[in-house]
Nanobody, 125 residues
């Protein structure tokens, strides 16, 4: 059971990036998937999550309207489309899978079991 995040890089403020979280060893359609980030000198924080049924994704307030999470079951991949990027979005972004069906609990790192290595996003001003 493994998740791999990719797609990070260097982008100017106002630009866009699309992150991918690809699962191997399990079917991602059976799980909720969340994205978290760790900014320099900060704790991990919740960014977005998509429930198992793909309905009603959750977003952290500062990314609402700029980030979109989606799941492609045929590709066994969850995406995080990031637009209107700001320097404060600079962070290592990681994805994780959860078997919980309680939507609100997806904001908590403790609800996730399988974590992938992160990908670095750097937004220059």
């Amino acid at each position: 059971v493994q998740l791999q995040a990719s797609g990070g890089g260097l982008v100017q403020a106002g630009g866009s990036l699309k992150l991918s979280c690809t699962a191997s060893g399990f079917a991602i359609r059976r799980y909720a998937v969340g994205w978290f980030r760790q900014r320099p000198g900060k704790e991990h924080e919740f960014v977005a999550a998509i429930p198992r049924n793909n309905n009603n994704p959750l977003y952290e307030d500062s990314v609402k309207g700029r980030f979109t999470i989606s799941k492609d079951n045929t590709e066994n991949t969850v995406y995080l489309q990031m637009s209107s990027l700001k320097p404060e979005d600079t962070a290592v972004y990681s994805c994780a899978a959860s078997s919980t069906i309680i939507l609100s609990s997806l904001r908590s790192r403790s609800m996730y079991t399988s974590w992938g290595r992160g990908t670095l996003v750097t937004v220059s001003s």
